[in-house]
């Protein structure tokens, strides 16, 4: 039975990696360890994850989409755990609970139209009843996210430009009306200039649609700029959470700190006058690129 | 820190006199579908003992510029017009970059000319443990002996932040800001000249992006290095270089002081990026961006090749390429500091160069 | 389907390689389809194949452009129907091969753990174990051996080639966010695989359809020069076979050894051209000009 409260968590989640290119730090990659994350619907918020690249933000986004099933713990959805769920709540989560990407070259299959993703989501999740209505509604869906069907429809994805390409998924998450939007890195792969335009029709998606988001970036600026909550990851655990102006301005964890400490601040007036040293327990050494298997 | 750099290596002199001078320089590279025209007559100088950033976003072409300048272009790219004119200390006529092979590059390189690479690239060579590129580098390129250099290299190495045991490590064994560094201490061993680094913090970890970017300074302040920074981070700039070029579809559009390109920015493309900077602390204001599409370089747009995305486009935008030239202040006489912009904002006719009017 | 042909035609314009390779072979293939009525036409009416028609090892002349053999055959027609069985032993075994190697690679590649192990392992062996000496010996068991038998004793040694790539590259397409979204718009196993995996495959399942072809056309030629492939057919193998068991050669009878060399070695010169020019279409290191 699900609870009414539409809520997405993650109660003591530990994901395992093992693997031959693990030998060298002990046989195994605890790339997130008792992890715990709640995600209200009601109120819709932004909750930004920030992390660098190892800290397991990505594995946690693709534990709470239901790809990987994690070593240890639950993910649950309203109250149930999705590894349970009846074939009618399953769809419900699958439908409430939709995602962007980071990478835009990576989402379309270079194979198809752009308009297939549109088609297939309706196609699954029944959204309408005639192709005449479901071309009515990727249209609206398009102009929701400044796009016009024209330059996008019959169009194949590597016509379309890496901003484009994003704001072709934020249309389909329209289309979906989810509830729950899990964002990992959308704008890492975006110029500048689009990065921008992308997170401000982020921003009123969550305002306007009602869909909470868990954002997650690496850059601490795009996540004091969607505001809202932010939880700060290393290593697999949460170190620090709070709202954006306590947590960035405010910080009280090391770890936050030294992040904030080490983001250049795009001011030529506010220049580093400290000089800053590397403590050497900060190097780790890697092996790049593991052939990684999950346990579980 | 800054003591300690001087004491390894001379500091250099001459701060202020010209170093570099691209001329009209054109890269193309040979596609099916065309030519496409990376850089399209790019006009820049550059001092002694400054650090100039290069801005810009992908497909703007300033990577090709830095391959180029580094004379690492590969076919199906070609070099299809202009010259380098590199000064050296010495005081013969400059050589043209361009025009040097064999023997004569392999002189420039590394004593005159070196090269950071992104962070997880390797120049280093994957069998050679760090000691042996060092004394690789150092013997070929300098004239320092073997056993000056094996004494210099533990010295080198702290200034950046190592410790001496990497002496004796391969290349894979260090992360990526490890590498950096390493190859930041053979440019200051070798006291090059020209130090240019290609988005020398992406790929990084974020802590040891600091401490790059003010070894970056360092080198300018101890050491007196000019050092051209290539990067699209706009921060990075602010943080490191003296004056910002900014380049759009191929060309420079801007170049000004760092102060000036960050708080009255003139070229429309150099406010709309600066416009889309978000920043932490402060009021949460609405950044605008800049709308549009990048161009193709196989297929500029006419004229000003930003008018497609240009809130102020005019006619003459569609049809003329605004040259880049010097926005003179009505009340300043001093020209050499003057911001250089390629806008016909900025162009009034009958008058020679540009007048700003802000 | 436009979008096949879009997709070919740009292959086309793309290399000049793949231009030769394809004519090269198109016109085989041509020559192959129309083989009886250019039999017809070369025989002028009478079967330029039966025995005891024609006069015995004619040198090329202008009724018998590559002369005739010891009974009389016209040498041209021979080679013209020769090349058609042997092509329909490499189509049959080519396809026999790559359906059998696509699906093991697929399942393998997709469903990955002890599967993908087990299956691999599987492939290996077949890779290991020393192909020909072992067809061989099958084939010096068989008695009755008709051109299908031969072509799926071929195929259940060549299928493991392709089964190798595709799976490489099921790998690697497996983990893209393209298929990730897939599985979160609630497609199930089978539909990921043959509409999101299997189109962006079909220029490798296609080179592998034409290796595994040549392959098995040059190991059933390797067969019949021994003597031990299907003498009741008649193929390029086997008209190597008779050059070498008549003397045609200390004869003055070059045609019936030169021809299905020639033959043979244009085939497989064109397979290549096309591997060689799709490699340097695919990547771009290799080019001299660079692609869209």
Same mark, same amino acid.
Do not use: M, Q, V, W
């Given at each position: 039975m699900m609870t009414s409260e539409n809520n997405l968590a993650m109660q003591d989640v530990t994901q395992i990696f093992r693997g031959a290119a693990m030998r060298s730090i002990g046989g195994e990659l605890r790339a997130v360890d008792n992890l715990s994350l709640n995600l209200n619907a009601n109120p819709p918020q932004i909750v930004s994850l920030v992390g660098q690249s190892g800290s397991g933000k990505s594995t946690l986004a693709r534990i709470i989409l239901g790809l990987p099933r994690p070593t240890e713990g639950s993910v649950t959805y309203c109250g149930k755990n999705i590894y349970a769920l009846s074939g009618k709540e399953y769809e419900t989560y699958r439908r409430d609970v939709q995602p962007v990407f980071q990478d835009p070259y990576g989402i379309f299959n270079p194979f198809y139209r752009v308009d297939r993703v549109f088609w297939t989501a309706i196609k699954k999740f029944k959204l309408t009843s005639s192709s005449r209505q479901g071309l009515a509604r990727i249209e609206e869906s398009l102009h929701a996210v400044d796009l016009r069907p024209e330059d996008v429809l019959n169009r194949y994805p590597h016509q379309l430009s890496g901003g484009q390409r994003q704001r072709v998924m934020l249309a389909r998450i329209h289309l979906l009306q989810p509830k729950f939007i899990i964002a990992d890195e959308p704008v890492s792969m975006l110029d500048a200039a689009v990065r921008v335009l992308f997170l401000n029709l982020l921003i009123d998606f969550t305002q306007k649609y009602g869909m909470t988001t868990l954002f997650i970036t690496h850059d601490l600026s795009t996540a004091y700029y969607v505001g809202g909550e932010i939880r700060v990851i290393s290593r697999g655990k949460i170190v620090e959470s709070g709202s954006v102006e306590k947590v960035l301005i405010h910080p009280s964890h090391p770890y936050t700190q030294m992040l904030l400490a080490s983001v250049p601040v795009p001011d030529p007036d506010a220049r580093w006058q400290e000089k800053a040293r590397i403590a050497s327990e900060e190097e780790v050494i890697l092996v790049e690129k593991p052939e990684i298997e999950a346990i579980g | 820190m800054a003591n300690d750099l001087a004491k390894v290596v001379q500091k250099k002199t001459g !701060? %202020?006199? $010209?170093l570099l001078d691209i001329e009209d320089l054109k890269v193309y590279y040979n596609t099916v579908n065309g030519v496409s025209k990376a850089v399209d007559g790019v006009n820049l100088s550059l001092k002694r003992g400054e650090i100039l950033g290069i801005a810009g976003e992908s497909g703007c072409g300033k990577s090709t510029l830095t391959t180029a300048l580094l004379r690492l272009t590969q076919p $199906? %790219?070609? !070099?299809?017009g202009g010259s380098i004119l590199f000064h050296t200390a010495e005081e013969q006529a400059p050589l043209d970059l361009l025009e040097l092979g064999g023997e004569a590059l392999r002189a420039v390189r590394w004593r005159h000319l070196s090269y950071l690479p992104q962070g997880s690239m390797n120049a280093l060579n994957p069998v050679l443990r760090i000691k042996e590129q060092f004394l690789d580098v150092m013997l070929e390129h300098s004239k320092i002996g073997k056993r000056e250099a094996l004494k210099m290299i533990p010295t080198l190495l702290a200034q950046v932040n190592l410790e001496p045991y990497v002496i004796n490590m391969y290349p894979h064994e260090l992360s990526g800001g490890m590498k950096q560094r390493v190859v930041l201490a053979m440019a200051i061993a070798l006291n090059s000249d020209l130090v240019v680094a290609d988005e020398p913090t992406t790929a990084l970890d974020v802590h040891v992006q600091r401490i790059i970017i003010q070894m970056l300074a360092d080198l300018r302040d101890s050491l007196g290095m000019t050092v051209i920074l290539v990067t699209h981070d706009m921060a990075v700039h602010a943080q490191l270089a003296d004056r910002v070029a900014v380049m759009y579809a191929g060309g420079i559009v801007e170049v000004g002081d760092v102060h000036q390109i960050f708080k009255t920015p003139k070229h429309p493309y150099t406010r709309g990026l600066i416009n889309s900077i978000p920043r932490i602390g402060g009021e949460r204001i609405r950044l605008d961006g800049i709308g549009g599409n990048t161009p193709s370089p196989r297929n500029w747009p006419s004229g000003c090749r930003f008018h497609p995305r240009c809130q102020h486009v005019m006619p003459v935008c569609k049809q003329e390429v605004p040259p880049l030239l010097q926005v003179v202040h009505r009340h300043s006489l001093d020209g050499e500091h003057q911001p250089l912009v390629a806008c016909h904002l900025y162009s009034q006719p009958g008058l020679g160069g540009n007048h700003d009017d802000e | 389907m436009d979008r096949f042909l879009l997709a070919i035609l740009s292959l086309w314009r793309s290399s000049r390689k793949v231009q030769v390779g394809i004519v090269i072979m198109v016109f085989f293939i041509l020559l192959a389809l129309l083989h009886t009525p250019i039999a017809a036409l070369i025989g002028h009416g009478t079967d330029p194949l039966e025995i005891s028609v024609n006069a015995p090892w004619q040198q090329p002349n202008i009724q018998h452009w590559l002369g005739t053999d010891r009974y009389g055959r016209d040498v041209l027609a021979m080679t013209v129907t020769g090349l058609t069985a042997s092509l329909e032993v490499g189509v049959i075994a080519g396809l026999l091969s790559t359906v059998i190697g696509t699906v093991v690679a697929f399942v393998a590649g997709y469903m990955g753990g002890k599967v993908d192990s087990f299956l691999s392992s599987f492939t290996d062996v077949f890779l290991v174990v020393p192909s020909f000496p072992l067809l061989i010996t099958l084939a010096a068991y068989t008695n009755n051996v008709n051109l299908v038998s031969v072509a799926v004793l071929l195929a259940v040694f060549s299928w493991p080639f392709a089964a190798r790539t595709i799976r490489a590259q099921v790998l690697s397409l497996r983990s893209r966010p393209y298929v990730e979204l897939a599985k979160v718009t609630r497609m199930n196993a089978f539909e990921i695989i043959f509409q999101e995996l299997l189109p962006n495959l079909l220029p490798f399942i296609g080179v592998g359809f034409a290796n595994a072809a040549l392959g098995s056309i040059f190991a059933l030629v390797g067969l019949e020069v021994i003597g031990l492939g299907p003498g009741n057919v008649l193929d390029l193998g086997l008209m190597l076979n008779w050059s070498q068991a008549w003397g045609a050669l200390s004869l003055g009878a070059w045609a019936i050894f030169v021809a299905p060399v020639v033959v043979l070695a244009l085939l497989f010169f064109s397979v290549n051209l096309i591997n060689i020019g799709l490699e340097e279409v695919y990547n771009p290191r290799l080019r001299k000009t660079a692609g869209a």
């Open positions: - | !701060i %202020g006199s $010209p $199906p %790219g070609y !070099i299809a | -």
